[in-house]
């Protein structure tokens, strides 16, 4: 199962808050493809790595295509997958920012906020994340190109410790991968559990003004093709008011 979103552009991993075509506790995966090379943006939980490769099979790529795996933050469900992917495609490039990529390859579950999550009843108990170290750090904005694609890491500390949103610039126009930093309608994403700051979204989400952004791709619940800056500008102004901002 996959869904096509544009030309080369599929969203093939999505559990219970997204469009379930992978296990429940999946982010939602987004696969970018052009010109016989592809990039993944997050690996979902690692309950079901196999059902995301097939998807991507059956949207037409051959996995071996993929360069990048770009990680916009390592809470399980967006990288709980990464050592399946890595282990099922040896060549592919691991992406993440330094300090999520120490938690990726070393993390306790109170620092993944796994423990906290577990607690909340997010994950069953029996939930265990795989580590696997990134292959190459990130840098705010570094720039990668693949075939047709741009892609700009934008690291907006916040949601996660040191969570990426990816710009990407793909057939005249403009993505944003948000991880779980802002979703459609200004909503952010604060959780009670280490690494997570309202003080840091402050600081750091004005990185993301003035971008020109089309779409808004968030990792979880609903996309916009259209206007995603606006949604990001609703957060932005929402952070100036002493009010706390719409959570999801
Ligand atoms: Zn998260």
Redesign the pocket.
């Given at each position: 199962m996959y869904i096509r979103i544009g030309q080369g552009f599929y969203m093939v991993g999505g559990g219970d808050a997204g469009p379930g075509i992978s296990s429940y506790k999946d982010c939602n995966v987004y696969l970018v493809a052009d010109g016989g090379q592809a990039v993944l943006f997050d690996a979902g939980s690692g309950l079901d790595t196999g059902r995301i490769l097939e998807n991507i099979r059956e949207a037409g790529v051959e996995p071996s295509q993929i360069q990048y795996l770009f990680i916009t933050?390592c809470?399980g469900d967006?990288a709980g997958g990464v050592q399946d992917m890595k282990r099922a495609l040896p060549c592919l490039e691991v992406v993440a920012s330094a300090k999520e990529a120490k938690l990726m390859e070393a993390g306790t579950e109170r620092m993944l906020g796994l423990a906290a999550a577990k607690i909340k009843g997010a994950y069953p108990a029996d939930y265990v994340f795989r580590h696997q170290k990134a292959d190459r750090i990130v840098e705010h904005r570094e720039v990668f190109r693949i075939s047709g694609m741009e892609v700009e890491a934008i690291v907006v500390p916040g949601?996660?410790i040191e969570s990426v949103c990816y710009q990407m610039d793909f057939k005249g126009r403009r993505y944003l991968f948000s991880g779980?930093s802002v979703y459609k309608n200004g909503a952010l994403?604060l959780q009670n559990c280490y690494g997570s700051s309202l003080e840091r979204y402050r600081k750091y989400l004005p990185r993301l003004a003035g971008r020109g952004i089309d779409a808004l791709i968030p990792a979880h619940f609903g996309f916009t093709l259209t206007n995603g800056q606006a949604h990001i500008e609703k957060a932005l102004a929402y952070l100036e008011s002493s009010a706390l901002p719409p959570m999801v």
């Open positions: 933050h809470h967006h949601h996660s779980d994403s």
